[in-house]
Nanobody
Framework: QVQLQESGPGLVKPSQTLSLTCTVSGESITTDYYTWHWIRQPPGKGLEWMGVIEYGGTSYSSPSLKSRTSISRDTSKNQFSLQLNSVTPDDTAVYFC??????????????WGQGTQVTVSS
């Protein structure tokens, strides 16, 4: 059974950096060919894909967030992390980590964390 758990501060001040960690159990984040994603959902809005780190360590971010986003991993802890710089109140959202298995025909995320609320406020 694959489980993902987000962790990090629930409150961040404007202009500072949002940092979250996803701890994965039941599957190594280096296993071919899974990819590991960050997604967020602002209040009253839909899901927004933020970025991914692949099994080999290469990362990609959404064009709209690329300049502020960094995704990394710590394979010794089986964790991957999100950093979002220069946050504003518009970054307030529930943040999810998730896995994608390209072998599944529907092509979506097959495992999700429960999500963690992050509020940007002074």
């Amino acid at each position: 059974q694959v489980q993902l758990q987000e962790s990090g501060p629930g409150l961040v001040k404007p202009s500072q950096t949002l940092s979250l960690t996803c701890t994965v159990s039941g599957e190594s984040i280096t296993t071919d060919y899974y990819t590991w994603h960050w997604i967020r959902q602002p209040p009253g809005k839909g899901l927004e894909w933020m970025g991914v780190i692949e099994y080999g360590g290469t990362s990609y971010s959404s064009p709209s967030l690329k300049s502020r986003t960094s995704i990394s991993r710590d394979t010794s802890k089986n964790q991957f992390s999100l950093q979002l710089n220069s946050v504003t109140p518009d970054d307030t959202a529930v943040y999810f980590c998730a896995r994608k298995d390209p072998s599944k025909s529907l092509g979506g995320m097959d495992y999700w964390g429960q999500g963690t609320q992050v509020t940007v406020s002074s």
